[in-house]
Protein backbone atom coordinates (compact mmCIF):
# COMPACT_ATOMS: atom_id res chain seq x y z
CA UNK A 1 0.00 0.00 0.00
CA UNK A 2 3.28 2.41 0.74
CA UNK A 3 4.18 2.16 -2.87
CA UNK A 4 0.87 2.76 -4.20
CA UNK A 5 0.86 6.51 -2.17
CA UNK A 6 3.93 7.19 -3.39
CA UNK A 7 3.14 6.71 -6.90
CA UNK A 8 0.51 9.47 -7.42
CA UNK A 9 3.25 12.07 -5.79
CA UNK A 10 6.45 10.80 -8.24
CA UNK A 11 3.81 11.45 -10.86
CA UNK A 12 2.51 15.09 -9.87
CA UNK A 13 6.20 15.72 -9.53
CA UNK A 14 7.38 14.97 -13.28
CA UNK A 15 4.49 16.27 -14.61
CA UNK A 16 4.85 19.66 -12.12
CA UNK A 17 8.47 19.46 -14.40
CA UNK A 18 7.93 18.63 -17.59
CA UNK A 19 4.85 20.94 -18.14
CA UNK A 20 6.52 24.39 -18.46
CA UNK A 21 8.00 22.78 -21.54
CA UNK A 22 4.56 21.55 -23.07
CA UNK A 23 1.99 24.28 -22.42
CA UNK A 24 3.17 26.73 -25.31
CA UNK A 25 1.93 24.35 -27.45
CA UNK A 26 -1.18 24.15 -26.37
CA UNK A 27 -4.44 25.30 -28.03
CA UNK A 28 -6.49 27.90 -25.77
CA UNK A 29 -9.89 28.92 -26.43
CA UNK A 30 -9.94 31.99 -24.34
CA UNK A 31 -6.39 32.29 -24.54
CA UNK A 32 -6.23 32.61 -20.08
CA UNK A 33 -3.94 30.83 -18.19
CA UNK A 34 -4.58 27.93 -15.99
CA UNK A 35 -4.57 30.00 -13.09
CA UNK A 36 -4.41 33.85 -13.82
CA UNK A 37 -1.28 33.99 -10.37
CA UNK A 38 -0.79 33.51 -7.00
CA UNK A 39 -3.43 33.12 -4.79
CA UNK A 40 -5.62 31.71 -1.88
CA UNK A 41 -8.42 31.41 0.12
CA UNK A 42 -9.76 30.58 3.80
CA UNK A 43 -13.25 29.25 5.32
CA UNK A 44 -14.36 28.56 8.54
CA UNK A 45 -17.72 26.67 9.02
CA UNK A 46 -19.97 25.09 12.01
CA UNK A 47 -23.26 23.18 11.51
CA UNK A 48 -25.38 19.88 12.53
CA UNK A 49 -23.99 16.78 11.26
CA UNK A 50 -26.56 13.77 11.85
CA UNK A 51 -26.79 15.46 15.58
CA UNK A 52 -23.64 16.66 16.36
CA UNK A 53 -21.60 19.62 16.13
CA UNK A 54 -18.27 20.57 14.38
CA UNK A 55 -16.33 23.13 13.78
CA UNK A 56 -13.60 23.54 10.61
CA UNK A 57 -10.98 25.77 9.06
CA UNK A 58 -9.61 24.92 5.38
CA UNK A 59 -7.24 27.16 3.52
CA UNK A 60 -5.90 26.48 -0.36
CA UNK A 61 -3.22 28.05 -2.33
CA UNK A 62 -3.07 27.84 -5.82
CA UNK A 63 -0.03 28.75 -8.52
CA UNK A 64 0.05 28.54 -12.06
CA UNK A 65 2.92 26.51 -14.00
CA UNK A 66 3.47 27.49 -16.77
CA UNK A 67 0.45 28.56 -18.97
CA UNK A 68 -1.95 26.13 -19.14
CA UNK A 69 -1.07 24.29 -16.15
CA UNK A 70 -1.91 24.97 -12.54
CA UNK A 71 -1.21 23.67 -9.11
CA UNK A 72 -3.61 23.81 -5.95
CA UNK A 73 -2.24 22.80 -2.04
CA UNK A 74 -5.37 22.43 0.07
CA UNK A 75 -5.32 22.05 3.83
CA UNK A 76 -7.85 21.29 6.99
CA UNK A 77 -8.42 20.97 10.60
CA UNK A 78 -10.73 21.49 13.32
CA UNK A 79 -13.28 19.32 15.46
CA UNK A 80 -15.98 16.90 15.20
CA UNK A 81 -18.74 16.02 17.25
CA UNK A 82 -19.65 15.90 21.07
CA UNK A 83 -16.17 14.24 21.92
CA UNK A 84 -14.60 16.36 20.02
CA UNK A 85 -12.37 14.59 17.58
CA UNK A 86 -9.58 16.11 15.89
CA UNK A 87 -9.26 16.18 12.32
CA UNK A 88 -6.89 17.23 9.80
CA UNK A 89 -6.19 16.31 6.64
CA UNK A 90 -4.40 17.56 2.99
CA UNK A 91 -4.37 17.44 -0.54
CA UNK A 92 -2.81 18.25 -4.07
CA UNK A 93 -3.77 18.93 -7.45
CA UNK A 94 -2.05 19.11 -10.75
CA UNK A 95 -4.10 20.06 -13.47
CA UNK A 96 -4.48 21.62 -16.60
CA UNK A 97 -7.23 24.55 -17.68
CA UNK A 98 -8.60 26.88 -19.81
CA UNK A 99 -11.29 29.29 -18.31
CA UNK A 100 -13.72 29.23 -21.23
CA UNK A 101 -13.30 25.61 -21.42
CA UNK A 102 -13.11 23.71 -18.17
CA UNK A 103 -10.55 21.63 -16.43
CA UNK A 104 -8.79 18.40 -16.26
CA UNK A 105 -6.26 16.93 -13.82
CA UNK A 106 -5.57 14.33 -10.56
CA UNK A 107 -5.26 14.55 -7.21
CA UNK A 108 -3.62 13.00 -4.06
CA UNK A 109 -5.02 13.27 -0.40
CA UNK A 110 -4.80 11.88 3.05
CA UNK A 111 -7.58 12.70 5.78
CA UNK A 112 -7.41 11.60 9.57
CA UNK A 113 -9.82 11.86 12.27
CA UNK A 114 -9.26 10.83 15.40
CA UNK A 115 -6.07 8.71 14.70
CA UNK A 116 -7.88 6.81 12.11
CA UNK A 117 -6.58 7.36 8.37
CA UNK A 118 -7.33 7.31 4.52
CA UNK A 119 -6.10 8.43 1.28
CA UNK A 120 -7.49 9.44 -1.69
CA UNK A 121 -6.30 9.55 -5.08
CA UNK A 122 -8.28 10.72 -8.11
CA UNK A 123 -8.71 12.31 -11.56
CA UNK A 124 -10.92 15.65 -11.45
CA UNK A 125 -12.56 17.52 -14.09
CA UNK A 126 -15.32 20.51 -15.02
CA UNK A 127 -16.63 21.61 -18.01
CA UNK A 128 -17.94 25.12 -18.50
CA UNK A 129 -21.10 26.29 -20.32
CA UNK A 130 -21.77 30.03 -19.76
CA UNK A 131 -23.77 30.16 -16.45
CA UNK A 132 -23.31 25.95 -15.76
CA UNK A 133 -20.33 24.07 -14.59
CA UNK A 134 -20.35 20.28 -15.01
CA UNK A 135 -18.22 18.99 -12.31
CA UNK A 136 -16.85 15.40 -11.26
CA UNK A 137 -14.21 13.16 -9.48
CA UNK A 138 -13.63 9.72 -9.43
CA UNK A 139 -11.05 7.53 -7.73
CA UNK A 140 -9.18 4.98 -5.26
CA UNK A 141 -10.43 5.54 -1.74
CA UNK A 142 -7.29 3.52 0.79
CA UNK A 143 -8.33 2.56 4.14
CA UNK A 144 -6.83 0.10 7.30
CA UNK A 145 -9.71 -2.67 6.49
CA UNK A 146 -11.19 -2.20 2.66
CA UNK A 147 -10.09 0.50 -0.26
CA UNK A 148 -13.16 1.47 -1.98
CA UNK A 149 -14.26 3.80 -5.38
CA UNK A 150 -14.83 7.04 -4.98
CA UNK A 151 -17.28 9.58 -7.17
CA UNK A 152 -18.65 12.87 -7.67
CA UNK A 153 -21.13 14.50 -10.04
CA UNK A 154 -22.43 18.23 -9.21
CA UNK A 155 -24.49 20.73 -11.13
CA UNK A 156 -23.94 24.57 -10.54
CA UNK A 157 -25.60 27.59 -12.41
CA UNK A 158 -24.36 30.88 -11.51
CA UNK A 159 -27.83 32.75 -11.28
CA UNK A 160 -25.31 35.92 -11.15
CA UNK A 161 -21.70 36.28 -11.68
CA UNK A 162 -21.51 36.24 -7.73
CA UNK A 163 -24.36 33.84 -6.56
CA UNK A 164 -23.79 29.86 -7.29
CA UNK A 165 -26.39 27.27 -7.07
CA UNK A 166 -25.35 23.69 -7.07
CA UNK A 167 -26.87 19.91 -6.71
CA UNK A 168 -24.86 16.82 -6.61
CA UNK A 169 -24.46 12.86 -5.74
CA UNK A 170 -21.08 11.13 -4.42
CA UNK A 171 -20.27 7.68 -3.66
CA UNK A 172 -17.79 6.47 -1.11
CA UNK A 173 -17.53 2.63 0.56
CA UNK A 174 -14.03 2.67 2.08
CA UNK A 175 -13.84 0.73 5.39
CA UNK A 176 -11.50 1.74 8.15
CA UNK A 177 -12.31 -0.22 11.60
CA UNK A 178 -15.27 1.71 13.16
CA UNK A 179 -15.60 3.99 10.24
CA UNK A 180 -16.51 3.80 6.32
CA UNK A 181 -17.88 5.94 3.42
CA UNK A 182 -21.48 6.28 3.44
CA UNK A 183 -22.41 5.49 0.52
CA UNK A 184 -24.54 7.51 -1.92
CA UNK A 185 -25.35 11.17 -0.43
CA UNK A 186 -27.22 14.27 -2.23
CA UNK A 187 -26.69 17.35 -1.73
CA UNK A 188 -28.02 21.06 -2.39
CA UNK A 189 -25.94 24.33 -1.50
CA UNK A 190 -25.40 27.50 -2.66
CA UNK A 191 -22.60 30.62 -2.15
CA UNK A 192 -22.71 34.17 -2.53
CA UNK A 193 -20.01 36.77 -2.43
CA UNK A 194 -21.54 39.51 -0.76
CA UNK A 195 -18.38 41.64 -0.96
CA UNK A 196 -15.15 42.02 -3.16
CA UNK A 197 -12.61 44.75 -3.03
CA UNK A 198 -9.19 44.95 -4.79
CA UNK A 199 -6.90 41.99 -3.13
CA UNK A 200 -9.64 40.14 -1.57
CA UNK A 201 -13.60 38.89 -1.43
CA UNK A 202 -16.12 37.79 1.12
CA UNK A 203 -18.22 34.53 0.41
CA UNK A 204 -20.72 33.32 2.35
CA UNK A 205 -21.77 29.39 1.85
CA UNK A 206 -24.43 26.36 3.07
CA UNK A 207 -25.49 23.13 2.16
CA UNK A 208 -27.88 20.67 3.40
CA UNK A 209 -26.87 16.57 2.22
CA UNK A 210 -29.12 13.55 2.67
CA UNK A 211 -27.98 10.21 2.36
CA UNK A 212 -28.48 6.40 3.62
CA UNK A 213 -28.65 5.10 7.25
CA UNK A 214 -30.95 8.77 7.85
CA UNK A 215 -28.21 10.23 7.51
CA UNK A 216 -28.39 13.91 7.46
CA UNK A 217 -26.34 17.33 7.67
CA UNK A 218 -26.91 20.93 7.48
CA UNK A 219 -23.88 23.69 7.73
CA UNK A 220 -22.54 27.01 6.88
CA UNK A 221 -19.82 29.37 6.81
CA UNK A 222 -17.60 32.09 5.11
CA UNK A 223 -15.06 31.89 2.77
CA UNK A 224 -12.19 34.54 2.27
CA UNK A 225 -10.31 35.15 -1.76
CA UNK A 226 -7.16 36.53 -1.41
CA UNK A 227 -6.14 38.27 -5.07
CA UNK A 228 -7.23 39.92 -7.72
CA UNK A 229 -10.86 41.95 -7.78
CA UNK A 230 -12.76 39.59 -9.39
CA UNK A 231 -16.57 37.90 -9.68
CA UNK A 232 -17.58 34.58 -8.12
CA UNK A 233 -17.40 32.46 -11.15
CA UNK A 234 -14.16 33.81 -12.80
CA UNK A 235 -12.56 33.06 -9.39
CA UNK A 236 -13.60 29.52 -9.65
CA UNK A 237 -12.65 29.28 -13.51
CA UNK A 238 -8.96 31.48 -13.71
CA UNK A 239 -8.34 30.63 -9.84
CA UNK A 240 -8.54 27.99 -7.10
CA UNK A 241 -10.15 24.63 -8.13
CA UNK A 242 -12.46 23.28 -4.99
CA UNK A 243 -10.87 21.95 -2.04
CA UNK A 244 -10.68 17.95 -1.95
CA UNK A 245 -10.22 17.68 1.61
CA UNK A 246 -13.05 18.99 3.17
CA UNK A 247 -15.43 16.15 1.19
CA UNK A 248 -13.11 13.51 2.79
CA UNK A 249 -14.74 14.47 5.97
CA UNK A 250 -17.86 12.13 4.84
CA UNK A 251 -17.85 9.25 7.23
CA UNK A 252 -20.35 7.10 8.62
CA UNK A 253 -20.15 5.48 11.73
CA UNK A 254 -23.69 4.35 12.17
CA UNK A 255 -22.95 0.48 10.38
CA UNK A 256 -23.14 -2.94 12.08
CA UNK A 257 -19.40 -2.87 13.29
CA UNK A 258 -19.54 0.46 14.72
CA UNK A 259 -17.78 1.27 18.10
CA UNK A 260 -19.66 3.58 20.79
CA UNK A 261 -17.38 5.99 20.50
CA UNK A 262 -16.79 6.29 17.00
CA UNK A 263 -16.96 9.42 15.61
CA UNK A 264 -19.94 11.74 14.22
CA UNK A 265 -20.80 11.83 10.29
CA UNK A 266 -19.83 15.15 8.91
CA UNK A 267 -19.97 16.63 5.49
CA UNK A 268 -18.63 20.04 4.50
CA UNK A 269 -18.53 21.54 0.95
CA UNK A 270 -15.75 20.91 -2.17
Given at each position: MAGSRCLPIVTALVLAAVSPAIADGLPRASGLPAVSGLNSKAAILGGSFDGDGGALADLSVSLPIGHAFGFQGDGLFGYLGGDQEGVAGGAGHLFLRD?????????????????????RYAGEAQ????????????????????????????????????????GGVRYSNWRDNALQGPGHVGRLGFEYQAKRRSGYGLSLFGEGRVGGNDYHAAFGGVRMYFGENKSLIRRHREDDPFSIVPDMTVVDPDMPFATPTAPPIIIIPD
Open positions: PGIGLIGGYGAFFNIGGEEFYLYLGQLSLEGFVGQDEADLDDGIFWSTVAAYYLSDDLRLL
